[in-house]
């Protein structure tokens, strides 16, 4: 197994996804928001942190409605595939659901229907309380 080197460039990058794990991004997108942050690395560099992290697990990939490739980072990546995910379309915000009533779905859907739910592929789709909120006013 080839030795993990923890540079400075995968402590940033880790640093500030962990500080922003609500959300998802493209490259280039998280390229600028680090840069604006006051981060220094390469566009090439990134790639490879990120592409190191994907196999790791660390970073998911997020379906986008104009086939963009995104991703989102998981700070515990063996705990995310056991509840699902709500995405804000306005925001972007992924929010993670641990609800005792999705469960109750799940039963439901599988007794009913005769559907079994795979639940490391569940993201739902809405808008979250704050955009919302902001649509009210």
């Not at 995968?10 to 680090?34: G, N």
Request: glycine share 6%.
């Amino acid at each position: 197994m080839a030795k993990k080197y923890y540079t400075r460039h995968r402590k940033d990058l880790l640093e500030y996804l962990q500080a922003h794990a609500d959300l998802d991004y493209t490259v280039a997108k998280l390229h600028k928001a680090m840069k604006e942050e006051g981060y220094t690395m390469g566009i090439a560099t990134l790639y490879r942190q990120i592409n190191s992290l994907f196999k790791e697990g660390y970073l998911t990939p997020i379906q986008r409605d104009d086939g963009a490739e995104q991703f989102q980072y998981l700070k515990n990546p063996r705990e995310c595939f056991v509840h699902y995910h709500l995405k804000c379309k306005v925001c972007g915000r992924l929010y993670h659901l641990d609800c005792t009533f999705m469960e109750d779905l799940e039963e439901h859907v599988k007794k009913e229907h005769g559907f079994l739910i795979d639940r490391s592929d569940s993201m739902l789709y809405g808008r979250c309380s704050d955009c919302v909120g902001k649509e009210d006013k």
